[in-house]
């Protein structure tokens, strides 16, 4: 009879109530610290993570070192995925392809042959195509792990071991930097110039107590490129870096903060007064084919109107190709337009979110980054020195052995021919421990020469000395880092800023500054249109510039408020009567076809608010404002555009009182007319110039309001329309009696002023 798969007494008794808030935190949280620490955050010794780590070991492993034949990255995938890191093959090949790419890691720390992708995106060749090794900054990063140079656990099997940690004599964490993201923690490490890092590091070695200030040069050493510390990212695409010395500083103090790149581009001369401008270098990690998709949909949607095309001509090297519209067209001003638009500006987040001895994940300042990679080589130097020092005394106690058995060879002969236990009586004999008995009884009769005794002495010799060196080392902190100090020394040799890999690669430069006018309108194409505001508050932006705005059509009950002429580039203000300015671009009006959109859904005006006015904006102008009761200021036309869709309050104004008129100042006297028909005229010179606020009496009432005001030269005189369109005009003298301080009432409007109370 087969085993019964119900449980004794029913299951009662085997049921455990677990809450289920409990339960889920306890095993969100594994999760989390399992995904921080063996997946998503590098180490800060050797600045892998593990599945990094396993691919270098595995290859180790297989003997793929630089001067070795490559083999299949099938094989190694193979290796790392059945020994070591028991995950998917596709992401092992990945993570490996990435180590091989010239273009994403700064110092590849593996060597690939054959299709390993491009800049342009594309995919590598099939893990059974391709083949790789290692290089020699890989086996920089494993110097010293037969030596016992860090420890080692059991893989995930129990089959087999793993390094825990790589020696890392190389700097690898700022080299090649890293980037992932975990459960609620992400890191983001951009590459770092080798020879500058090692600088850095042999002054922190001499100076423990150097600040970040110290370790940062923003300025190159034109004389000794081995005294330049960091300056900043050095990205493997090269690029432009326009960031500034103080955000630079401050994010390596912090360990937060990101990086502006740019590309790299010159202009290039065809003859007869036309140019082109060439790229030759692009951000890090921007694709470049998708790049150019990027720049040519701008092209077609007509945002890009200083651009006539864009061809990609690059073979090895990256050549992109832009054609300007005009050769009079301001090649700086096209190339500002692109990097606003266009990934030919990024900014590389620097966030060095990293494990401290492989399980504490922490923020860490450059400093800090630099002193846990030299405590990690001096506790690697220590190790290697303790293992090599039980070498030696392993050595010098088997040649001991063996020149005692020279001092009395014919007696060792005789005891090995003639006694039933050798090893016991050799021991016995000549006080041999077991160690040394072995080794003489396993010596080969070849060493017996006279020759092999001298060459036995003259190993004690040299093998006495250096294991006097190694205490000596030992026990001298000085000498410890003397002796990593040249390591360093050594490294920045090899990668130095004159060697071809070592050469920094990104440089500096300040961001160009230009008028915001001219970059707004080298991004739109300049046409001309024709904006149109209703009574209801609907705007539209008709193509050209129309004669005649009888023909337009509106809304039932809906009728033209006001309309003008602009070009696309134009900003248009809007003054609400609750006081505040919006701005609006002229292109981001909604076309002519239909009747429009309504204000509100175009920026966040307030219900119980309509539109006084709107008109193309001058920034060298100058506005008077005024409110329905009487109140006004003048203000900079410039200090009233407003950057969000909420607007710019500048008027205050409390009900039942609203902002009514708003007129562009061109002249020094001011002439006012209120709903009672008087008219004041006064000079402008009386009102304050104000940003923002409710202003001063214009003109006084007993009832009513302001009906119209108008600003003119007293000069020229005062001039309005009838409703015949007949235009009148009253010089200074003839308007004397209307002429008073401001504030006061005035006097009922000349013969001839329309009845509706207006200028025109």
Same mark, same amino acid.
């Given at each position: ?441 396993? /010596? ?46 050594? /490294? ?158 500048? /008027? ?109």
């Amino acid at each position: 009879m087969g085993k019964s798969l119900i449980p004794p007494d029913n299951g009662d008794d085997n049921v455990e109530p677990v809450d289920l808030k409990a339960a889920l935190e306890q095993r969100y949280l594994a999760y989390a610290l399992s995904t921080i620490t063996n997946r998503a955050l590098p180490d800060v010794r050797d600045g892998l993570k593990p599945v990094h780590r396993r691919i270098m070991h595995a290859m180790r492993l297989l003997r793929l070192s630089p001067d070795q034949s490559y083999a299949k990255c099938a094989r190694i995938v193979g290796e790392v995925m059945g020994k070591f890191h028991p995950h998917g093959d596709q992401s092992i090949y990945d993570a490996l392809v990435r180590l091989s790419q010239d273009f994403a890691v700064r110092y590849p720390v593996v060597d690939g042959q054959g299709n390993f992708g491009n800049i342009d995106g594309d995919n590598p060749a099939a893990m059974r195509y391709t083949e790789a090794r290692m290089t020699d900054v890989a086996m920089l990063l494993l110097e010293g792990i037969t030596e016992d140079a860090v420890d080692f656990r059991p893989t995930y099997n129990d089959e087999d071991e793993e390094p825990i940690v790589l020696p890392g004599a190389f700097p690898n964490l700022l080299a090649n930097g890293s980037s992932g993201i975990a459960v609620g923690m992400a890191t983001s490490i951009p590459p770092h110039n080798v020879s500058e890092l090692c600088a850095a590091a042999l002054h922190l070695i001499k100076h423990p107590d150097a600040t970040v200030e110290d370790l940062v040069s923003l300025e190159e050493d034109a004389a000794d490129h081995t005294k330049t510390m960091v300056r900043g990212p050095d990205f493997p695409t090269g690029g432009v870096m326009v960031e500034s010395a103080d955000a630079i500083l401050d994010a390596y103090k912090t360990g937060r903060g990101g990086f502006r790149l740019r590309a790299r581009w010159e202009v290039e001369d065809q003859g007869r007064g036309t140019w082109i401008i060439v790229i030759t270098e692009i951000p890090y990690q921007v694709q470049k084919s998708r790049l150019i998709e990027k720049i040519a949909e701008l092209l077609i949607a007509k945002k890009l109107p200083l651009l006539d095309d864009v061809r990609d001509e690059s073979t090895e090297d990256v050549r992109i190709v832009l054609e300007p519209k005009s050769r009079s067209v301001n090649p700086d001003i096209l190339m500002e337009s692109l990097f606003k638009l266009s990934e030919l500006e990024t900014r590389f987040p620097l966030n060095m979110n990293v494990l401290t001895n492989g399980k504490v994940p922490n923020v860490l300042s450059l400093k800090d980054v630099l002193q846990q990679w030299l405590e990690h080589r001096k506790d690697v130097l220590i190790r290697r020195s303790r293992h090599r020092l039980a070498e030696i005394e392993r050595r010098l106690e088997i040649l001991g052995g063996f020149l005692i058995a020279y001092l009395n060879l014919d007696e060792v002969i005789r005891i090995i021919r003639e006694e039933d236990e050798p090893k016991q009586e050799m021991m016995a004999r000549f006080g041999l421990t077991d160690v040394q008995a072995e080794a003489v009884l396993n /010596m080969r009769l070849r060493s017996l020469r006279k020759l092999e005794e001298f060459e036995i002495r003259k190993e004690f010799a040299g093998l006495t000395a250096e294991k006097g060196e190694i205490e000596q080392l030992l026990a001298s902190d000085t000498k410890q880092w003397q002796t990593i100090s040249w390591q360093i020394a050594e /490294m920045q040799k090899k990668y130095a800023a004159d060697t071809p890999l070592g050469k920094r690669r990104t440089t500096f430069a300040d961001a160009p500054q230009h008028d915001l006018t001219d970059m707004h309108h080298a991004m739109i194409e300049k046409e001309p249109v024709t904006v149109v505001v209703s009574e209801k508050g609907w705007l539209r932006a008709m193509k050209g510039h129309l004669p005649d705005f009888a023909a337009l059509t509106f809304k039932e009950g809906d009728k033209l408020k006001l309309a003008f002429h602009a070009e696309t580039t134009d900003r248009i203000l809007v003054l609400t009567t609750g006081g505040k300015f919006y701005t609006i671009g002229a292109n981001s009006l909604p076309g002519g076809r239909g009747h429009g959109e309504p204000i509100r859904i175009i920026v966040d005006m307030e219900n119980d608010q309509d539109i006084v006015t709107a008109f193309v904006h001058n920034p060298g102008r100058q506005l008077l404002l005024s409110s329905h009761d009487g109140n006004g200021f003048l203000v900079p036309e410039a200090d009233v555009m407003a950057n969000t869709r909420k607007g710019r309050q500048v /008027m205050n104004v409390k009900a039942p009182d609203e902002a009514r008129h708003c007129v562009p100042v061109a002249g020094d006297s001011v002439a006012i007319v209120g709903e009672n028909r008087k008219m004041l005229v006064f000079p402008l010179s009386e009102i304050p110039e104000l940003g923002r606020g409710k202003g001063v009496r214009l003109q006084r009432y007993k009832d009513g309001g302001v009906s119209d005001i108008r600003v003119f030269a007293m000069e020229q005189g005062l001039t309005w329309q009838d409703a015949a369109d007949r235009t009148f005009t009253r010089s200074k003298d003839e308007l004397i009696e209307w002429i008073g301080p401001r504030a006061t009432a005035g006097r009922m409007v000349p013969k001839g002023f329309p009845r509706s109370g207006k200028f025109s």
